[in-house]
């Protein structure tokens, strides 16, 4: 069971790792997302997420993060290992559903 958990040290929590990542990380976009990587010097990968108040009220992004915490929990063999990832939402993303979120982020995955 611990493979599928979301541990506090999976999570970017420093303003400094998102910065970093923004601007030496690796940059991939898709419609409703856009994906950075860069690799850390940890054993482990880490997952931050970034939603901007123009996606919609707090109810909306809110569910969007849970949503992207989720596939991260479930799908953590598709991330890079060793490496900081950092999932921005954009517009439209908040009408998705988990299914067509999961779909849309395996495809970009995938193609690594």
């Known amino acids: 069971m611990g493979n599928y958990s979301l541990r506090k040290e999976e999570k970017i929590r420093h303003r400094a790792d998102f910065l970093y990542t923004f601007q030496k990380g690796e940059y991939r976009k898709t419609q409703h997302f856009r994906i950075y990587s860069s690799p850390n010097r940890l054993s482990h990968q880490r997952l931050g997420i970034t939603v901007a108040k123009r996606i919609g009220n707090a109810v909306q992004r809110n569910r969007l993060k849970r949503f992207l915490r989720e596939f991260f929990r479930l799908n953590k063999e598709l991330f890079p290992g060793s490496s900081d990832v950092v999932i921005s939402g954009q ?12 779909e849309e982020l395996k495809g970009i995955l995938q193609k690594r």
């Open 91 to 102: 517009m439209g993303s908040a009408d998705l559903t988990y299914w067509q979120l999961a």
